[in-house]
């Protein structure tokens, strides 16, 4: 199961430099001009959890796998991107294909680099992008609704059903609001996510600031806050030069670095999970001898579902599950000590996987 989080933004914001550390390679070439990004880079990167390690320690595994998302750097949008300005037309189907938006933010004063609208104002730029997607989107729909409302006087429900979600879309795109704001039933999710609309993707805003307001963020990610706040997105603070620095040191270096510009952790373990709580997303572990292991679901999935993750056999065969919670399988120093607990619960098909869980699979062949 790839989930895929795409990194947009107007060209020189510091998209390609945020890619390049958070897949530490330099795949995406970072420089001062626009359309430096000619083809989406993608990058698989760990997603960071304390627990996987302490789970290794008390199994004495040889391996410790995270689990992982996909980022994907894709190149600078500008102003009239819908109608095809720059390389809109390549962008925004490139936008299509991911799951989520990580919409890097300029919030940061550099004479050096060149903005392309000329002022440093990152609430326009949001608007900027903002507005092209929803462009994006209003001509998409205008368009399929005229054959959708034909099916739908023809009497099929499914086109029925459908011109529905599109009308209420187009309501909001034409009074300039997403279509991630549609009110909706979890029945009709499949319906709309099948609409593929730019601007239905859920949002995290990354407000690239100076490397001395990389801890609390300054002026300009303060107003990036209030508007994510107002919209109900999620946005975090990280200095996109001190992370390709970072990403650039031994791990062994990283803490004394990090600790030298004031910094718990890297900004960018902010950004993963930002990206991983985004899309709603709950990790699971299977705890060995051979490995300890993190696997990535949607909230709300079922132990057979769960199961599928690791391969379609386990979740075919599917009998039950031994679930032990992460505080009880710690508690216990293990499996043999939290089932001494009453702590190992036996689980069925209805079981909906808890983040955390520590999970072993029964499975008919």
């Not at 992370?243 to 990283?254: C, K, M, R, T, V």
């Not at 990090?258 to 991983?276: H, K, M, S, T």
């Amino acid at each position: 199961m790839g989930f895929k989080c795409g990194i947009v933004g107007l060209p020189n914001v510091g998209k390609s430099t945020l890619f390049n550390a958070l897949t530490q390679t330099a795949a995406a070439q970072a420089a001062n001009y626009p359309f430096c990004t000619i083809e989406p880079n993608v990058g698989d990167v760990g997603v960071p959890d304390p627990r996987l390690e302490t789970l290794a320690k008390i199994a004495s595994s040889q391996q410790i796998i995270p689990t992982r998302l996909t980022f994907v750097d894709i190149a600078g949008l500008v102003r009239g991107a819908s109608k095809g300005e720059g390389l809109g037309n390549q962008f925004l189907a490139n936008i299509r294909e991911t799951d989520a938006i990580a919409h890097v933010v300029r919030s940061f004063e550099d004479g050096d680099i060149t903005h392309v609208d000329g002022k440093i104002d990152p609430l326009a730029d949001i608007e900027t992008i903002e507005t092209e997607l929803m462009l994006a989107d209003l001509e998409s729909l205008e368009k399929r609704s005229i054959a959708t409302e034909k099916k739908a006087k023809g009497g099929d429900k499914e086109a029925k059903e459908l011109l529905d979600l599109m009308n209420r879309a187009l309501v909001l795109l034409r009074e300039g609001r997403p279509a991630r704001l549609v009110e909706r039933t979890p029945d009709e999710e499949k319906a709309f996510a099948m609409l593929g609309l730019l601007s239905s993707k859920p949002v995290l805003y990354v407000c690239n600031v100076e490397e001395a307001s990389a801890d609390q963020g300054n002026e300009f990610s303060a107003r990036v806050m209030a508007h994510a706040k107002k919209e109900g997105a999620v946005a975090v603070v990280v200095s996109a030069k001190i992370e390709s620095e970072i990403a650039l040191l031994p791990l062994a270096d990283q803490k004394d670095y990090l600790d030298a510009v004031g910094l718990a952790e890297p900004g960018l373990n902010r950004v993963i999970r930002a990206g991983y709580d985004l899309l709603h997303l709950v990790t699971y572990f299977t705890v060995g001898p051979k490995e300890a292991r993190a696997w990535t679901i949607t909230r709300g999935t079922k132990a057979p579902a769960a199961a599928g993750v690791i391969h379609t056999d386990f979740e075919k065969g599917f009998i039950r599950s031994e679930t032990i919670a992460y505080d009880d399988y710690v508690a216990g120093n293990g499996e043999s000590g939290a089932r001494e607990a009453g702590k190992l619960r036996l689980e069925g098909k209805e079981y909906v996987v808890q983040d955390g869980d520590v999970l072993h699979f029964r499975f008919a062949n």
